[in-house]
């Protein structure tokens, strides 16, 4: 088990152009989540799924953001037409559905940057 | 609306010495959850220590301690015998009932000096 990973590590693009990002949780967790970081600040959550439902979605999710899980495994998550906005770190996170669980494995996250 | 709030934006420690890190939150729920995570540099936010709200004993997590005041609604974190990897982004994250999602505050950086 290497945790949770995400891809790319890194990512500029320049305004107006659509990415897309990938996130493998950690094998048995069934939850999965999305969560967005600006520079001094905390992660913010954005969406959350229990296998391939998507559960939970923030108002800061645009109509320029879709996130994906198919068949309960990797997730995506799809920015269209950035905007500098956009630029952040995006961060995923796993946890299994047990009990009282409630911890949360993070990856690494993918850094935006957009020019 | 519920909110972390984490008044020291960076703090320093001496390798071996104590410090304090804190937080407050603003909630209606009597029943939750309390993390501390930690952010290393480049590197992904690991789990410290986490509190039920229902239990009243402070958490322990071998150097890692919590003072927890419910009443407060303030929830510290104290390192003891700090060490230099322990340098890190520090956030304290609430958990409300029957959500699995955290709400973290702004974030403390601890710099542990030689």
């Known amino acids: 088990d290497t945790g949770v990973s995400q891809d790319p590590r890194h990512k500029i693009t320049k305004r107006g152009q659509n990415v897309t990002f990938r996130c493998d949780p950690i094998?048995?967790?069934?939850?999965l989540y999305w969560y967005r970081q600006t520079l001094g600040q905390g992660p913010e959550f954005l969406t959350y799924f229990q296998n391939e439902a998507q559960l939970e979605k923030s108002r800061l999710l645009s109509d320029r953001f879709s996130a994906e899980r198919p068949k309960g495994s990797f997730s995506t998550l799809e920015i269209q037409r950035t905007e500098q906005g956009d630029s952040a770190m995006y961060l995923c996170?796993?946890?299994?559905?047990?009990?009282?669980?409630?911890?949360?494995?993070f990856g690494q996250g993918t850094r935006l940057t957009v020019v | 609306a519920q909110t972390v709030t984490q008044s020291q934006p960076e703090m320093s420690v001496q390798e071996a010495e104590t410090v304090t890190l804190s937080c407050t939150y603003d909630?209606?729920?009597?029943?939750?959850?309390l993390f501390w995570y930690k952010q290393p540099p480049s590197r992904q936010m690991i789990l410290v220590i986490r509190?039920?709200?229902?239990?009243?004993q402070n958490a322990t997590e071998n150097r890692f301690s919590v003072n927890f005041q419910k009443a407060a609604k303030s929830f510290s974190l104290k390192i003891s015998d700090s060490q230099l990897g322990d340098t890190a982004m520090y956030f304290c994250a609430f958990m409300p009932p029957g959500t699995y999602k955290y709400i973290f505050g702004t974030g403390t950086r601890l710099k542990v000096l030689a």
């Open positions: 509190q039920e709200a229902y239990k009243q």
């Open positions: 909630t209606s729920e009597s029943n939750y959850y």
């Open positions: 996170a796993s946890s299994r559905q047990t009990g009282e669980n409630t911890e949360a494995f």
């Open positions: 094998s048995e967790h069934n939850r």
